[in-house]
């Protein structure tokens, strides 16, 4: 007997009993960012692996040790997008949406980091990231931090979130405090935990986000990143807090926040819970006015950010946010008995179909007596079984039989049935 093959440690199957809760969350994005004024963009999930060595750092984590990368027949070397931004600006420069344009976009889809696999933490993961180009004020700042709010208002979770604001400045700026910090931080090497020792020359500022305890410790006196802050990034962050000031959105200032990605500079904020234990950063973003140039582009400001799916499911399942009528599949499931019901039944819920569009209708298919059928109906957790033999054909009628209900079966004329069906549904 063969060896079954199962997934890939780290890449999970969604299956039906899970899909309609990915799906609300998904409708309930979609429908913000179209009210926004957001326009969809989708990439490929292949690119070349160049792309990301240029944008996200040749030193990050990712792009040491978590990208999936292969060469192709022709030898050339491609990766297993681990971010979404990257692959949204070199679509965006090649097709000519971003030198002197304003563009307001979103996507969504699979990303892939090889990680070590835990709750809320895969390697095949989903992300819906937005991206906003040619825009340099703090105002679109402001405007995605207010849109997240609101979907996490809508969603019902505002009170579970914690919106977390830095701003890393300039390229100067953060130079000059790199300098600064890792000149401070040599001092304590031996003491410090083993990748801030490795991140100490390639990319000190990521050892201000160490979870270890000691290095913590020894960041307490380590140098303040706004002593060496530029003027114009100030200005910026501090126009951006006023907004959010004035909107009602409660933040915290966390000088210690730097995103795991190098092209981010100026504002960079994320959004975290204590609900989910260790992996409690559901959304995060930034500014990165640097990255089109460079790609390749001209000089285009940017600012965005990418929500995790499977987090975000997660947090609503625990915090039951989750509308019960999602367990809801069907209206109505339609059984057929007798010679040539089965054809009636197909031919009747078309009819119905067409007739009462929103109707959920599932016909059944495969033959079985009554009991079978009725049993399949029950378990469909459809609200009511449509009934058709060859009796009601004849007479041109259906009996509706109620299983979620202490009510008597009715018999309905087969030209009344939609218009029936709707309304009873409608008292539910």
């Not at 040790?65 to 679509?91: H, I, Q, W």
């Not at 090649?94 to 304003?102: A, D, R, S, T, Y």
């Not at 889809?109 to 937005?130: D, L």
Request: hydrophobic share 35%; charged share 25%.
């Amino acid at each position: 007997m063969a060896k079954k093959i199962q997934a890939i440690r780290g890449m999970n199957d969604l299956l039906p009993d899970s899909s309609p809760r990915w799906q609300y969350l998904e409708e309930k994005v979609r429908t913000l960012l179209n009210r926004y004024g957001y326009s969809e963009i989708r990439m490929p999930i292949v690119e070349q692996t160049a792309l990301f060595k240029r944008s996200i750092g040749e030193v990050t984590d990712i792009v040491e040790k978590e990208m999936y990368t292969f060469e192709d027949r022709n030898g050339d070397s491609l990766t297993l997008r681990p971010e979404g931004t990257a692959g949204c600006v070199r679509a965006g420069e090649e097709h000519g949406l971003l030198f002197n344009q304003q563009q307001r976009l979103w996507y969504q889809g699979p990303m892939f980091r090889h990680e070590r696999p835990q709750k809320g933490r895969y390697r095949q993961f989903h992300q819906i990231g937005v991206e906003t180009f040619g825009i340099t004020g703090p105002d679109i700042d402001a405007e995605l931090i207010l849109l997240s709010a609101r979907l996490w208002r809508e969603l019902g979770i505002l009170d579970h979130l914690t919106l977390e604001l830095n701003t890393l400045g300039s390229s100067e700026a953060r130079a000059a405090y790199r300098s600064a910090l890792t000149d401070y931080l040599k001092a304590y090497q031996a003491e410090l935990d083993e990748d801030s020792q490795r991140r100490l020359s390639t990319n000190p500022l990521r050892i201000l986000d160490s979870k270890d305890a000691r290095t913590q410790e020894i960041l307490q006196n380590a140098p303040a990143f706004e002593e060496h802050l530029d003027e114009e990034s100030r200005q910026h962050f501090a126009g951006l807090c006023q907004l959010l000031d004035a909107a009602g959105i409660h933040y915290t200032l966390n000088p210690r926040l730097v995103r795991g990605l190098d092209y981010y500079g100026k504002t960079v904020f994320e959004w975290t819970t204590q609900a989910l234990g260790s992996q409690g950063t559901v959304c995060a973003g930034g500014r990165y006015d640097a990255l089109v140039e460079q790609l390749g582009g001209k000089s285009t400001p940017a600012v965005g950010f990418a929500m995790g799916v499977e987090r975000l499911v997660l947090l609503l399942e625990t915090l039951n946010a989750f509308p019960a009528k999602l367990e809801q599949r069907l209206d109505a499931y339609l059984t057929a008995f007798g010679e040539g019901a089965a054809s009636h039944a197909l031919l009747l819920a078309e009819r119905l179909r067409s007739e009462q569009p929103e109707l959920r209708i599932q016909t059944h298919c495969g033959g079985g007596n009554f009991k079978k059928q009725i049993k399949k109906a029950d378990q469909s957790g459809a609200q009511v079984a449509i009934l058709l033999g060859e009796d009601e054909m004849s007479r041109g009628v259906a009996s509706i039989k109620f299983l979620r209900e202490e009510k008597e079966q009715v018999e309905v004329a087969i030209s009344e049935l939609a218009l029936t069906l709707k309304e009873h549904l409608q008292r539910l």
